[in-house]
């Protein structure tokens, strides 16, 4: 017999989900170390690293000079981890009475968008180190190949949220934006992969930063979840935000400086892909653009850099994008960047989290009116006094 669903109104059911998440965060940290200790060593035998060939400014190039042999595409080993553990996670919701085709569609979007961007990003990779292209797969093609991944998996995420899940959440008001949250879902999947991506350029950078990401995006999906408050995906989103959160954190005990192995567009590519389809599953495309703030100015450094330097015929704004580089060319060790970066990014997560609050719909009971014309029955038994 199933066994009936766990209503997270309870306090005591809300408890037991956060412990599950907590438990599979620390699971997820300590599957992806060990994984490492297995792959590493691989990708150093093979001679998978950085290469120099990577660095377009001879400047970085000499600041980065010391990690030509340091290995990448670290996202081979972190993803699979990922994908274990939030199986593991999808299996045990499962058993605690949750619908099955709700928590097994949400795994799948986001397993389907994890290896499709991991595979682009691979290719990607492959390219850049076997030196078949000095900039890896082409920009046009890279985009429409992650346009396509986003919105397959965006009608997926619709046709799975049914009607009562399509809307916009906003503070203190929900709309209803219908089958347009297709074109917005592929938007934000696509500009949360290459956001990311943009990231990735330092030691422990993205993995910092993407793991508190992730944690605050699972954190107020599952805010919202335990009041009542959110579309029937949030927690199934807020699990799979709290693994891929761990992941990081066990792939950044592997890229804290000194770098021991790059996450490279493996990983890149695929988590940032996966951030934005977690807000997607929760409706939380809002919330996204505050927690990720760290990624959404990173890239907002690189399209201004670009504009104004095609505008003004060669002139830039900073000296060099994107902009964790900038303080970089400024004197600036890495450590220093990524730490301040890394604070920034805590700074917006408590802001997110605090904003959540403001999505958070209590259940309206409205007051029970007598009927009009219709008398009040009054007990046999009482006494009326005049």
């Not at 600041?63 to 996202?75: A, E, F, R, Y």
Request: with cysteine; net charge positive; hydrophobic share 55%.
């Amino acid at each position: 017999m199933t066994p009936a669903p766990l209503a997270l109104a309870d306090p005591m059911s809300a408890l037991m989900m956060l412990a599950l998440a907590l438990g599979l965060w620390l699971t997820a940290a300590a599957v992806t170390v060990g994984a490492g200790r297995l792959v590493i060593p691989w990708l150093v035998k093979r001679k998978i690293n950085d290469g120099e060939q990577r660095k377009a400014s001879d400047y970085l190039r000499m600041l980065h000079s010391d990690k030509k042999n340091t290995p990448t595409m670290g996202g081979a080993f972190m993803v699979p981890a990922w994908l274990l553990v939030s199986t593991l996670g999808a299996c045990m919701l499962v058993l605690l009475g949750f619908d099955a085709l709700r928590v097994l569609g949400a795994l799948g979007l986001a397993a389907f968008v994890v290896l499709g961007n991991g595979a682009l990003g691979l290719v990607d990779d492959y390219c850049k180190l076997t030196k078949r292209g000095k900039d890896g797969i082409s920009g046009k093609a890279k985009l429409a190949a992650q346009t396509v991944i986003a919105a397959m998996a965006s009608s997926g995420a619709c046709w799975l949220l049914g009607d009562s899940g399509r809307v916009l959440v906003l503070p203190f008001v929900s709309v209803d934006i219908g089958w347009w949250m297709v074109p917005l879902g592929t938007f934000v999947i696509v500009g949360a992969g290459n956001a990311y991506n943009l990231t990735d350029g330092l030691d422990g950078l993205a993995g910092g930063t993407g793991s508190v990401a992730f944690y605050a995006l699972a954190g107020g999906a599952g805010l919202l979840a335990a009041l009542g408050s959110a579309p029937a995906l949030a927690l199934e989103a807020a699990l799979l935000g709290s693994v891929a959160s761990g992941a990081l954190l066990g792939f950044l005990y592997w890229n804290r400086h000194p770098a021991k192995v790059f996450m490279g567009d493996t990983g890149s590519l695929s988590l940032g892909a996966l951030l934005g389809l977690l807000a997607v599953l929760a409706r939380l495309e809002l919330l996204l653009a505050v927690v990720g703030g760290v990624f959404v100015v990173e890239a907002l450094s690189v399209m201004l850099q670009v504009g104004y330097f095609k505008l003004s015929k060669g002139r830039r704004i900073f000296r060099c994008a994107p902009l964790h580089h900038h303080f970089q060319f400024g004197g600036w060790h890495e450590t220093k960047v990524t730490r301040h970066f890394l604070a920034a990014a805590c700074a917006c997560a408590f802001v997110g989290l605090a904003l959540a609050a403001t999505f958070v719909r209590l259940p309206q009971h409205p007051p029970q009116v007598s009927k009009p014309g219709v008398e009040r029955e009054v007990p046999a038994d009482a006494v009326v006094q005049r």
